[in-house]
Every structure is written in C-alpha cells, then in structure tokens.
Nanobody, 121 residues
Framework: VQLQASGGGLVQAGGSLRLSCAAS????????MGWYRQGAGKERELVAK???????VYADSVKGRFTVSRGNAAKTVYLQMNILQPEDTAVYYC????????????????WGQGTQVTVSS
C-alpha cells in the first residue's frame, strides 16, 4: 500500500492551498482517511479526518478554515486549506486506516511521505 501526497508549498498568510492524497495497492476497504501535521519541534497532531460514512473531525485550530473531503474514487482524500496562518506551517502527512484483505483482522494505519506547507507572514 502506498499513499502519495501532493499540493504543499509556500503561501502568504491569508492564502489557500489544496492538498491531495491517493492510496494505491491492495486495499479491501478504507475506514477513514485524513491528515496530520508536525511543526518544527512539535508533536504530530491530527488536522482533519473523514470516515467512510462521511463523518468529519477537525482540530479546533482549523475549524472553519480547512475542509477535508474524499474523492469519487474513494481512495483519495483532499484538504482544502483557507485563510492560512504562519502557525499552520508544518509537514502535512496523509493517512489511511484500512483493511488490505477481506479476512484481515482489524485495520492498519498507513502513512504518506509528507508534504511541506510554509505560510509566510
């Protein structure tokens, strides 16, 4: 299983970016997909996630500014980031909680390689 993330970059405060992540490989079902981030000297934190049923969860710091969504192919996840602030600067990691086979016991989290988001003031 591979998760390929893209869309990071440098943006001024108040700007927008859209991150994309596509999962590939042997996947039976995906329970949830989403995004974490890790700023310099900080712990990795949940930014947003969306379940197979469409339920979303957001970190308080991004509510009202970020939107997580799934693609029609269901193996993709997006993060629309608006009104970006310098404190949003971090490496953003996509993840997928999935089952690889029908008889898999439970699910496993897989991670993408990370994409840098830098917001200048």
């Amino acid at each position: 299983v591979q998760l390929q993330a893209s869309g990071g970059g440098l943006v001024q405060a108040g700007g927008s970016l859209r991150l994309s992540c596509a999962a590939s490989g042997s996947i039976f079902s995906i329970n949830a997909m989403g995004w974490y981030r890790q700023g310099a000297g900080k712990e990795r934190e949940l930014v947003a996630k969306i379940t197979n049923g469409g339920m979303t969860v957001y970190a308080d710091s991004v509510k009202g500014r970020f939107t997580v969504s799934r693609g029609n192919a269901a193996k993709t996840v997006y993060l629309q980031m608006n009104i970006l602030q310098p404190e949003d600067t971090a490496v953003y990691y996509c993840y997928a909680d999935l089952r690889r086979y029908p008889n898999s016991f439970g699910s496993t989290a897989y991670w993408g390689q990370g994409t840098q988001v830098t917001v200048s003031s």
